[in-house]
Structure formats: C-alpha cells, structure tokens
C-alpha cells in the first residue's frame, strides 16, 4: 500500500509539474510572438493574458495540491537519481516561489510588460523621462521581491540566486576585482599602442538576406543548429528561447552596414539554443528541463560567438564562403584580415558591441549601478548621469544620448536586475571549458580544423545533459577538474590580443 | 452584506472567465504557431503540451470554484443586460462542458493533434489507408462526445449544436432539400447552355509576393483589415484564428499558377477576421467574446469573398491596381473578363475551390457521408468509395486519387464532424444580410461603388459588437427581419448566373 500510494504521489507530481512547464512553455510563446511577430495593436491584450497565465502558473505550482504531493514523494523517497535531482530542485524552487504572493507576481509581470513598452519607445525617441516611472517600478518591485525572498548578507544576493543558484554578491565583487586589475593593464597596453588597422571593411556592405543565409550556415554546419528544430526571427533586440528542447528560438537584427552584429548575435543565440537543446530528452516538460544558470549559458553562447567564432582557424575555415556571401566586404581581403577586424579593440558605447577586452568593463559598470540602486544610494533619476560617469572612467567615453547610453538595453525593462553580472561569469568559464574540452587531443585538432562536432559533443556530455542536475559549481567543477576562475580567461585575452597586437 | 457578497460573486467569476479565455488564447497561440512557424521536430512535445492545456482549461471552466460562482451570480441576478448574457451563455457552456470528463477531453485534443499530422501526410502522398485509423478514432470520440452530450432526436444534433448553437439536423435536411430542388435545375442549365469562355487567364503566372500584396492592398482598402492588427502567414490549409479582437491571423497558400485560390481565400478569411474584431470590447477575454456561430461566421467571409470580392462592381474598380500587379494576367483581358473567369460555374473536386452553384453541393455530399458515418451505416473502409460515388452523383465527377477526394479538407482530421453544413447556411445568410443592408439606399450607392465602409459599419452595429450575445436566429431577424431562408440565396444565383449565361 506504502509503495503503491507514494508511487502514485511522484508520478502525480510530475504530471503537475509537467502543467507548470506546460504554462511556461505558453508564456514563451506569447511572448516571442510579441517580439517577433504580433501586430502592435495587440500589445494590450496580450500584456492581460500574460499577468494572467503566469499568475496561474505560480498558482499551480506554489497551490497546497503540489505541497502536498511533494512532502509525499519525498516521505517516499526516490527510486532514481533523475527522480532525487527532481525532488531537490522543485524542493528549492517551491520554497522560493511560496514566498511570493500571487498577486504580487502579476504585478510583477504587468508592470514589466508595460516597462518594456515604454522602453521600446523611450529607446527609440531617446527619451530617459519616458521610461523613468516604468523603471522606478520595477526597481521598487524588485526590492519588495528581495525582501519576500530573503537573503543574509546583500538584498542583491536575493536576485544574483535566480539566475546564478549559490553565487554571492561579496563573491561577484571579488571575482571582477581580479578580473580588472590584470585586464585593465592589457586594454590600456592595446589603446597606448596604437592601431593602425583599418576597419572600413566592417562597414561595407552586406544585405541582410546574405548576412541571413551565412550566419544560418554555420550555424548549422558549424555549430549544429538545424531548421527541424530551430528558427531565426528578427525583434528588436536579440534573444533566444525555447517551448521544449526540440523547439528553439533564436532572433537577430540586421545591419546592412556592420554584419558584426547579426553574425556574431546570431552565433551567440546558437550557443544558447545548442545547449537547450543538449538537455536530456529524460527531463522533458520537468523543472530539470534547462540550462543551469544563465553563466553556464553564457558559457555556451561565448564560445560559439567569440572563442571559435572570432578565432583565426574559423575565418581560415570559412573565408571562401564568407567572400561568397559577401563580395563587397571580402574583396581585397583575406582570412587573415577579416579575423583582425573583428576582433578589433576599441573602447566603445555599446555593450553588445563591445570586444572581448572592454565588453567586461561595461558589465562591472551595470553591475555597480545596480548595487547602487537596490542600496538606495542611486535614485533612478540620477542613473542616466550615473551611467555616464562611470563609462567615462572605464571606457573613456561618454555616450551622446541615452539611446547609446542607459537605455541600451533590454534587461532592466524586463525587471532583470541582478542578471548582467553572468555575461562575465559566462566569459570566464567559456574559456575555462574549452580548455577543458582540447585536453583531448582529438577535440583540440578538430577544432583547430574548424569542426566543431567533437567539441560539442564534449559539450553535450559535460554540460548541456546534466539540465538543471547540476548546480552550476558541479557543473564547472566536473567537466573543468577545478572551480571558476578568472585565470584562463585572462591568459586567453594576453595570448591572443598580445599577438594581434603585437605586445610582449 | 448580500449585494456586496454578490458582487464579489460576479468579479469573481469574471477573472476565471477571463483565465479560461486566456488559456484558450495560449492554445490558439500553440495551435497557429504549430500550423505557420513551428519547427517540424517540435510536434510531439507540441501535442502534449496542446493536449495538457486544453485539459487544464477545461478543468478550470467545469470546476466547483466556476459552478460555485456562477450559482451565486445567478442568485444575485445581473444588474446590466451585459452580465445577464454573460450568465445565460456561461450557464450553457458550464452545463454542456460539465459533461465531458477532463481525461476525455485531454484523449480528444491528443487524437486529433495525431490525426491532424496524420492527414498532412496521408494528404501529400494520397494514402487514405495513412489516415483510417486515426479518422476510426476521432469518429468513435465523436460518437461517445454525442452520448455525453446527450440529444433529442439525433447525435448529430449534439454536434450541431456546438457549431449552429439552435439549429437542427432535421432542419438542415429540410433547408437542403429545398435549396437542392431550386438550385440543381439552374446548374443543369448552366452546364447545358455549354461554355465558349476562355479561362485560360486563371492559370497564367501570377508571382506569390505579388499575389500577397495585391490581396492585402484589397483585403485592408477595401475589407478594412489593418496591419496594426493582423497578420497574414502561409499554412497547409487556410484559417482564421485570434487571440484578442485586435490580434487577427489569417493563412493562405499561393498557386503562381491560379491566383483565385490566395485571392478569394484571403478575402474570405478577411471576412472572419473583421467580424472578430468587430466584437465589443467590453466582451473581452469572456465566454462572449467571440462570433455567435460558424454559420454567421461563414456569412461574414463568404460576403468579402463572393458576394463583394465577385461582383462586377468589385471588378470594375479594381482591374486597374490587378493589371497593375498582375500584368502577365490582365493582357488583353478588362474587367468584364476577370468578373466572368473569376465566375466561371464547372463542377470540380475541390470543395475549397468550387463556384457559388456548386458549392452547396459539396456540403451536401460531406453533410450525408457524416451523417451515415455517425448512424453506422457506413464504415470507415468504405468512406473513399462512398465519398466517389456521391461526387459522381452530384458534381458528376470522380475524384483520380483520394488526395483530392475525401482527403481534401482538414475538418475531420481535427474532429470537426457536424462543421461542413455551417457553410451553406453561411452562403444562404450573407445574401440574405447584404439584401438587408442594402434597403439603406446610401449603403447599396457605396456599395455598388466598390466603397464598403458603410455597409461593414452596418455589419458591426447589426452582427458583429454583439459576440455571443444573441443566438444566431436572434441575430438574423434582427438584422433581416425574417428567420434564416434559402429564398434571397436563391434569386440571387438565378439573377447574376442567368445574367452571365444568357439564360432565360
């Protein structure tokens, strides 16, 4: 009888479970339909429906029926591994999630759906004063979120938890200490050489459908991502999502005078598509059905963008078919030329423009801001000054208007505060597992060849499987042999930015 | 105490009303993406994911909290006429769904997810055999769907009544019988008269983005469909579906070779998508929120597409914008040509394809075959033989292959049986409202100028803002005065094919 009634208790859950990811799933959906490709007038309506989806979806997963069927599968206990990684994960998603009341996470969801509205508009007319009382919003429910989570040492810690499990701000703070006092030195050694490289080349033109169909063919052939289960939209600003491993998303932006940054993005979002789409089909429509922290994720996009796709031996690679694409760009170039251009560094006004040496810097400024503001002792109308000082310090530059400045990005109107900080933690460990990954001699002179297939094997084995099994320090632990560091990722940026710039 | 109680009672039912209806928007969400953007390896999860969602609404919709409210709203009575509809129709629902298990609800979207895939298939490579075992299956759900329903006279009444809430079997036959007795002669006529028209003008080569851009240029100017709320994307089988008043989709498919088919299809879905957003906002996100039934639907598209979109006025004031588009088309040809090729009466097998004469009698033949396939006088195996000899009775035609036979509709892949006869009585009901509409003389003037604005605004104020409010015979005598006839259908066939044909 025990077994039978408990039995039944495990499988009840998954089946709530599987309702809970099922909502998530349609949640996504609305919401890149909105970005990609709903009519506009339909923003109202759609704006209710998600308050409201989500809203029940927090009802159904913190409701007394999944409270009671979790304490029964777990009196039980599990007869798998996968079903004890489950167990522990709801476990800690459910205590977190009781803390919020469910009205207080539909407005939570309202009030960042009309954020990114005004945001959208605000962006475009370069207008602070527009998004100004959105983001006041936001930040004040931010701060009520923190309080009903909890936390010990920094309400910052309460939001740095969702996105990078375990991490702590003090921890952040010392990591990106290091990180600046050996990178600061190198950018300062590359802007007081001089460069002489003329990077016109990146400004020529290239029409979007062409940039469309190469990044999407290497994307595919290089990178693994195939239209049977992907598909590449525009919106405004680049993301990737995903309604089940075999179902992702990827979106990009087109400029048909600097190819950068669809390339590139493009590659990015692969990087975060491949990973979903290495988790285990085991952990389908399951809260385990992910990637493991938004850093691990990055970690992924990273290496695909810049690791291989600014590396030398790719350009080698895929030079001939780039000039194809492209004949304006390539012509009078070669592989060699185009892997400097794009790996040209320059202090500069956009974040997700930014080279691998300075893009850390515009991380550490969003980071401080941040901390400055969940603190109280940056009020929201000071931010855009605030921005502007501290860009001045570490990039040497200030931006001209908003629109090139705080309103950049997309992530605070989204209530995403306490995200930025794994775009690094991301960079570091992209590095990190990629010299993991070339211990093997194989994958090394694979990859060198500019095939990618046994690399991302490695990757689906070490990483992308494991889902949410693993806490991101296993993770890292398991497939590097050692913790996060900073160490590889600073002798990757000495390496190759002293050779292309000719220093030491 | 008791009117505050009340109250509580009747907000509170609204905001389920409003999440059922969410949901449902989620699902149509799913189901649009699935038909027009979706990734092919992401159909099985899909199907789940369709299935527990619309199982879940179902259980949010017939649950004790929904029977509870609506018991207490009830008691309390309406303080608007609004909310006294939203109960009448809520109550409806509520005792019709109640008897329908979830888990039976959840097995049918399932079935129909996997006959709907089956089809596609079975459709491409012409192989009914592909597809028996799943329409076996969707008939016996359909069957038991009946018995749970509950029924006077027929179980196709209990299917009826989903689609035509009101209407009857034995009414159809009789609506038939009497639109078959007054039709048959007229195209037994036409087709003896003999036809020296060259319709080669219809399959010469018009260019699908040219295609797409003349019929929306009509489908907005003329039908009032705006971008700022709806979208137009490529799908197997056209539809309409929406997820607000203001967030309209429609699907065609183009033939480069025989533009009427994107055309007119366009045009039609145009049809039901301005009566959905017509509907009154202040039905939003309720069970009234949405067309009163298929056949005032079909009223709506079959009025754009025949009634308006061929018409020799129609013709008149747009062949110069359709010469302009379509020049290897229009050479040699003027408006009279268009209008009379775009008219051309020749039985043929494709329903979806067929003149206004025939057009009925496709419906007949599927309103039989249903009907003998519900009574278990025919069986599955002997569909594709059953359904020849009828086309050969009828339309005197037998289909080469079943592809354009009996798998030519997408309808009973999804569990629609009890839907093909909306149609006709849609085709009876539009000359039956453009009749009405036109006793307004300054309506008919604009209208025979090819300006439609005022007859749609008549069409809002008289059918649309309602929703679900009035049934559809209450909507038909208000907006005609008369119940539902084939006369005004009748006399409108003889007048414009007697008039083209020279007859009488």
Redesign the interface.
């Known amino acids: 009888m025990t077994t039978t009634a408990s039995s039944t208790a495990l499988a009840d859950l998954k089946r709530r479970l599987?309702?809970v990811s099922?909502?998530s799933?349609?949640?996504g959906?609305?919401n890149w339909?909105q970005e990609t490709?709903?009519?506009?007038?339909?923003a109202?309506?759609?704006g209710?429906?998600m308050a409201?989806?989500a809203g029940?979806q927090h009802e159904l997963f913190t409701g007394d029926e999944t409270k009671n069927l979790l304490e029964a599968a777990e009196q039980q206990g599990a007869q798998s591994e996968i079903d004890a990684d489950l167990l522990r994960v709801t476990r800690r998603d459910f205590d977190k999630a009781t803390k919020l009341p469910t009205a207080f996470v539909e407005e939570l969801v309202q009030a960042q759906n009309e954020a990114h509205h005004a945001w959208i508009k605000a962006r475009a007319d370069s207008d602070f004063a527009h998004f100004a009382p959105f983001l006041q919003h936001n930040l004040d429910l931010t701060r009520r979120y923190a309080e009903l989570i909890g936390y010990d040492e920094h309400p910052y810690d309460a939001l740095l938890d969702d996105y990078e499990p375990g991490m702590k701000t003090a921890q952040v703070r010392e990591i990106f200490a290091d990180l600046r006092e050996r990178t600061l030195p190198l950018l300062k050694k590359i802007v007081a050489a001089g460069d002489a490289g003329d990077y016109g080349v990146l400004s020529r033109p290239f029409p979007a459908a062409a940039q469309r169909e190469f990044s999407l063919k290497v994307a595919e052939e290089a990178f693994g991502l195939l239209?049977?289960?992907?598909?590449l939209d525009i919106s405004a600003h680049p993301f990737q999502t995903n309604?089940?491993?075999?179902?992702?998303r990827i979106t990009t932006r087109f400029d048909e005078q600097y190819f950068p940054m669809s390339l590139f993005g493009t590659w990015h979002e692969t990087g975060h598509a491949m990973y979903e789409h290495g988790v285990s089909r085991e952990l389908?429509?399951t809260p385990l059905s992910r990637g493991a922290s938004l850093g691990v994720h990055e970690s992924q996009s990273r290496m695909f963008e810049n690791l291989l796709g600014r590396s030398r031996t790719f350009w080698r690679r895929y030079f001939d078919e780039f000039a194809e694409a492209a004949p304006d760009v390539a012509a009078g170039q070669d592989a060699e030329a185009i892997y400097r251009a794009v790996n040209r560094v320059e202090p500069s006004l956009i974040r997700v423009e930014a080279d691998e040496v300075t893009y850390n810097f515009h991380i550490m400024l969003r980071f401080e801001l941040e901390l400055s503001l969940m603190e109280g002792q940056l009020t929201v109308a000071d931010l855009p000054a605030a921005w502007n000082a501290k860009m001045q310090e570490y990039i040497g530059l200030t931006p001209p208007n908003d629109a090139e400045g705080v309103l950049q990005d997309v992530h605070w109107s989204a209530g995403l505060i306490g995200y930025f900080p794994t775009y690094t933690l991301g960079n570091l460990l992209s590095v990190q597992l990629l010299d993991a990954a070339r211990q093997d001699s194989q994958i090394a002179a694979a990859t060198d060849r500019a095939d990618y297939a046994p690399l991302r094997e490695w990757l689906r084995v070490n990483v992308h499987q494991y889902g949410r099994r693993r806490t991101p320090g296993q993770i890292v632990e398991g497939a590097t042999g050692q913790a996060l560091s900073a160490d590889a990722y600073v002798k990757y940026l000495h390496e190759k930015y002293g050779d292309i710039y000719g220093l030491e």
Request: hydrophobic share 45%.
């Open positions: 599987n309702l099922d909502l799933a349609a949640g959906l609305m339909d490709q709903m009519p506009k007038d339909a109202r309506v759609r209710l429906q409201s989806l029940l239209p049977s289960f992907s598909r309604f089940s491993a075999d179902d992702l389908e429509r």
